[in-house]
């Protein structure tokens, strides 16, 4: 996957042959030159899971580095098909979580105190809509999955560290 983000140029730049300027890559594959890592720094490590590609190429955009896609090259991501399957849903729960806790902390990061508020309000407005909604119809796991979203939301906004990890043994 990739992606543009808030009001980005490269939207309406042209694109050449087989190549598209993007914003960021979604990494389950992508290549970037050592010398770009020791000029913007490597992953944070604050990021545990989600955000952390994003939050890579905000930093090279930011350093005038550019990232794209060449459009006849495709891979496909298994997300977790390796896994045991008995591990499938601590492994959304704790996806979930990350993704959440990670669109506050980067929004935080590259936008600012008050944006994250605004998303941080807006998300817990739709996630706390789609848990009650999943509790009236006696959906369990998917209250549970949106109850884990609402606590990585809480858990950024309140400055703490990416801590959970899944119920795995």
Known sequence: RHGYEFFSKNKIKIKKKNLIKVDFISGHIFLIKKLVLDRVGYYDKNIFLNFEER?????????????????NIY???????????NYLHQME??????YHWGLIYFTRKHYGILISLVIFFYSIFLNSLKFFYFLLKFDVRRSKIIYFSILGLFASILFCRSFYRPNIK
Do not use: C, P, T, Y
């Open 55 to 71: 939050d890579l190429f905000r930093r090279m955009n930011n350093k005038n580095f550019n990232a794209f896609i060449v459009k």
């Open 75 to 85: 891979a496909k991501h298994l997300e977790g098909q390796s896994a045991n399957n």
């Open 93 to 98: 729960l704790s996806s979930k979580w990350h």
